[in-house]
């Protein structure tokens, strides 16, 4: 059951990566050049959690072990994944309707996936050996995102991946 559950939600997590990055090298009217539409597609939050996410799918599926196969890396890929889906769902899911195949890599990105980590990890990761100063280091990662973000906001013509990093955020028009 675990190889098959991680097997689909790998698929579906890879797939909805990937046409995202098509959309957003397709959409060439934001004037932006290519090689700086590649990087800030690696500059939203949502898509690094989900990279994470299919990573640890894929190696689950594969049976392979390292470190995707612990079960404090799970946790912690669970925990940027539901901060994904909530931040999303509260904050951002208002600021723009996507229709066609920005509404499916939407969903996918923002709510079936966070839902599909969070089912596995009740579901297939061990917890015995997860302690609070473990739990901690998992936060880490938000907060090193966040500086990156805000210290490549202004470098980058002051583009910011999310509205609420900045009040000048030219983001406000699309979301990943």
């Known amino acids: 059951m675990r190889r098959l559950y991680s097997g689909a939600f790998a698929a579906i997590g890879w797939f909805a990566l990937i046409l995202q990055f098509i959309l957003l090298m397709n959409n060439t009217t934001s004037g932006i050049a290519t090689g700086t539409r590649v990087v800030n597609f690696f500059s939203y939050f949502t898509i690094l959690s989900n990279i994470l996410a299919a990573l640890m799918l894929t190696t689950a599926w594969a049976g392979r072990g390292g470190p995707f196969a612990r079960p404090g890396v799970q946790t912690a890929v669970t925990v940027y994944m539901t901060i ?21 890599a939407n969903a996918l990105l923002h709510y079936v996936m966070p839902v599909a980590i969070v089912a596995f990890w009740v579901l297939f990761v061990s ?3 997860l302690t609070i100063p473990k739990l901690a280091w998992m936060l880490v990662f938000p907060l090193v995102y966040a500086v990156y973000s805000l210290i490549r906001g202004p470098m980058a013509n002051d583009w910011y991946p999310y509205p609420f990093l900045t009040s ?3 983001a406000w028009g699309r979301s990943c």
């Open 127 to 129: 917890r015995g050996t």
């Open 84 to 104: 994904t889906g909530l931040v999303y769902t509260f904050i951002l899911a208002g600021i723009w309707a996507p229709t066609g195949w920005d509404f499916v």
């Open 168 to 170: 000048r955020s030219t």
